[in-house]
């Protein structure tokens, strides 16, 4: 499976950007699909997720700011963000979780990751 995210940008704070993953490839075995990002000199960390059934997580940070959705026909997850601030600023990455078996019968779990999209927010 291969992610495609785009959105990213500059906005001021207080602003809003929508990011999209497009997948492609075997994207049946797609399960969850998540958002991630990471701020200069910090760890990775979880943004938010959603499940193939249409459950969401979100990490403190964002709750009642950020909103994750998924369009299954399309292969495509959401991250609509609002009321953004600078600690908002990171390089934003999609997830997918995978779940396959190989021609062997081998039982797969795996995650792809898109390629990241930068946001910066300005003061």
């Known amino acids: 499976v291969q992610l495609q995210a785009s959105g990213g940008g500059l906005v001021q704070a207080g602003g809003s950007l929508r990011l999209s993953c497009s997948a492609s490839?075997?994207?049946?075995?797609?399960?969850?699909m998540s958002w991630y990002r990471q701020a200069p000199g910090k760890q990775r960390e979880l943004v938010a997720g959603i499940t193939s059934g249409g459950s969401t997580n979100y990490a403190d940070s964002v709750k009642g700011r950020f909103a994750i959705s998924r369009d299954n026909a399309k292969n495509t997850v959401y991250l609509q963000m609002n009321s953004l601030n600078r600690e908002d600023t990171a390089v934003y990455y999609c997830?997918?979780?995978?779940?396959?078996?190989?021609?062997?019968?081998?039982?797969?779990?795996?995650?792809?990751w898109g390629q990241g999209t930068l946001v910066t927010v300005s003061s």
């Open positions: 997830a997918a979780d995978l779940h396959y078996y190989t021609d062997t019968g081998e039982d797969v779990v795996a995650r792809s």
């Open positions: 490839g075997s994207t049946a075995s797609i399960n969850a």
